[in-house]
């Protein structure tokens, strides 16, 4: 599987408020790790099994990680480093990682840790048509009663499958989820022992 990381702080780069809210109010941050049955309130978890097995593993007790935001789309639109799959077809996914304690989460090397690790790992993985990108980039985190938010970080988790239609491209991200959704936790069991042996 093709994979990388980069880091994106300048002022034009995203940034991400935790907890957030669309101006609507229609969809906003759930605390996933804290109250799980808000899972079915996530509409990308619901139209997409795959996409609600990973934000219900990744928020778990297993992990180290939480999730901020997420979407899940399919195109036809390929790009010209696309073309190396050779298919007219991509199904795509973002999920917004966050550590779950605070300590990491002001941490840049620790986020590039996670990035650095899991691209390096996720290389290693048997070929499949598929690529991931781990993007670093600002988060304020908003703790009441605090004064104002802590500036910190977060990874954007990017994934692509590649397939000759729709369905045969999300057959192939979906099977790349389970890989990077077996890879956080391995990470995670990795990141807590090394923690204890300090």
Known sequence: MQADST????????RLEVPWS????KVRYYDLRRQPELLLNIEEARRHRELGEFL??????????ETAKCDAWASNEISEEERIYGTPWKFGS??????????????LERHQELADDASRLLRRAPEIPAAAEFVIRRCFYHRPPGPGP?????????LYGYGDDRQDA????GIALKVVENL??????????AAREV
């Open 184 to 193: 956080l936790l391995q990470l995670s069991a990795t990141y807590r022992q």
């Open 94 to 107: 973002y999920v917004d990682l966050i550590f779950g304690e605070d300590g990491p989460r002001v941490s």
């Open 170 to 173: 999300q057959r192939r991200w």
């Open 22 to 25: 669309a101006a609507d109010g």
């Open 56 to 65: 219900a593993a990744v928020n778990s007790q297993a992990s180290i990680l």
């Open 7 to 14: 880091v994106e702080l300048d002022a034009q780069s995203d």
């Open 150 to 158: 802590r500036e910190g970080f977060y990874v954007t988790f990017y």
